[in-house]
């Protein structure tokens, strides 16, 4: 099958972790390599990150990346693509109606990739996918008035939503969401996304540590709906454990940026400071030694659509303390493969790590229930697979396409 996916911001070529397109990065690039090995016959489309590079690279995976032309659009932070969604679609759709190559499904990931693809699908006759990776609706409940997203993205991801042939939704809590939104339950399909299960396993390289000192580890951009000052506030509820955060700015760059210096001044302010170890951003390829090195993974967010980082930690053989919300009251059983407490309670953040940190039976109970979940559950072999019998199902809905492109 022909497939194109199009995701205008986050480039699978990007360096992991980079920006604000980390997430999804990772999302795009694995589930690419995974179709390919299906045997699809793949294609990308994103926005060029530079001038110097092609219009297409094949990877070593076996998928194509097509860069759009460079224009308005480049470097333009992810909030301002708005306005240039109708020229990208214009672009895609003279690609699929004048080119040799025309795909018999469009997966557009994030809601403004869905505008662009919608505006080509119309008038080309190719079907389209939506998957969302977070909602404005639920950003605009966190931020409120600090919301500086782009206006009306609530309306259009209800527009989209009802437009698509299918959403492909990432966990229960996003079909809430979207129904709520009043897009139809009956155009979305449940596939959630997998994990990277030969760089994230049990056995490897750990981090060195003081075994004397129990070890947690927070994973997450360093931005306040993530949770991590909640994890610092839990500390002195947790005697003499430490405190690894990764994500942010490279190390070097720590000392420039703001939530870094708010994080230092609250681990001060809670008397935890030489517990609290922060590491700035890190390669992908560096992540599994350090979820191995730890006792639990505490992932505290306020909303997480998938939770990747959980599952990452569960794929090392490292349980969870989370929050319920998202994908990651999809991915942790509460009391199986680890422990979930409401979003924004430190007090009950605090309680559920010191309980397990002094329960070496249970943690090594939900260690293994942990594994096997993932192995069972969040492979991306599992995901391509699913993600191939929606794609045949919408690519035998005939459309006919707009006379003009």
Not at 31 to 55: K, N
Not at 140 to 166: H, I, S, W
């Amino acid at each position: 099958m022909r497939i194109a996916m199009i995701s205008e911001h986050a480039s699978p070529l990007a360096v992991a972790g980079a920006g604000e397109s980390g997430g999804q990065h990772t999302h795009v690039a694995e589930l690419a390599a995974a179709l390919a090995d299906e045997g699809h016959d793949l294609r990308v489309y994103t926005r060029r990150d530079s001038t110097a590079l092609p219009d297409s690279v094949l990877t070593p995976d076996g998928y194509q990346v097509c860069h759009v032309p460079a224009g308005p659009a480049l470097r333009v932070p992810r909030d301002e693509l708005l306005p240039h969604m109708g020229e990208f679609g214009r672009w895609l759709a003279g690609q699929w109606h004048d080119g040799d190559w025309v795909p018999d499904v469009a997966h557009a990931h994030f809601w403004t990739s869905g505008l662009a693809t919608l505006h080509a699908g119309r008038r080309t006759g190719v079907p389209v996918v939506l998957t969302y990776h977070s909602l404005g609706s639920v950003r605009r409940r966190l931020r409120g008035d600090q919301d500086t997203g782009a206006p009306g993205r609530v309306g259009y991801e209800r527009a989209l939503g009802r437009a698509a042939d299918r959403v492909v939704v990432q966990s229960q809590d996003e079909v809430g969401e979207l129904v709520r939104l009043g897009v139809p339950r009956s155009r979305m399909t449940l596939v959630p996304a997998g994990v990277d299960q030969e760089l994230f396993r049990p056995d490897g390289p750990v981090a060195p540590r003081d075994p004397a000192r129990p070890r947690i580890v927070t994973v997450g951009r360093l931005v306040e709906h993530k949770g991590i000052q909640d994890v610092v506030r839990a500390l002195p509820g947790v005697p003499d454990a430490e405190c690894v955060v990764i994500g942010g700015p490279p190390a070097k760059l720590l000392p420039a940026d703001g939530f870094a210096r708010r994080l230092r001044a609250l681990a001060e302010s809670c008397g935890v400071a030489d517990r609290v170890k922060l590491l700035g951003g890190l390669p992908r390829e560096e992540l599994a030694r350090w979820y191995r090195s730890a006792d639990l993974l505490v992932a505290a967010p306020w909303y997480e659509p998938f939770g990747l980082t959980s599952l990452e930690s569960m794929a090392c053989g490292v349980p969870v303390v989370g929050t319920h919300v998202g994908g990651i009251a999809d991915s942790v059983v509460d009391g199986l493969t680890g422990d979930l407490v409401p979003p924004r309670d430190p007090r009950a953040l605090g309680t559920a790590i010191r309980r397990l940190l002094a329960d070496k039976v249970r943690r090594f109970a939900y260690a293994t229930a942990a594994l096997d979940r993932v192995r069972n559950r969040y492979s991306w072999k599992r995901c391509a697979e699913q993600l191939s019998s929606v794609y045949a199902s919408v690519s035998t809905v005939a459309r006919p396409a707009a006379a003009a492109v």
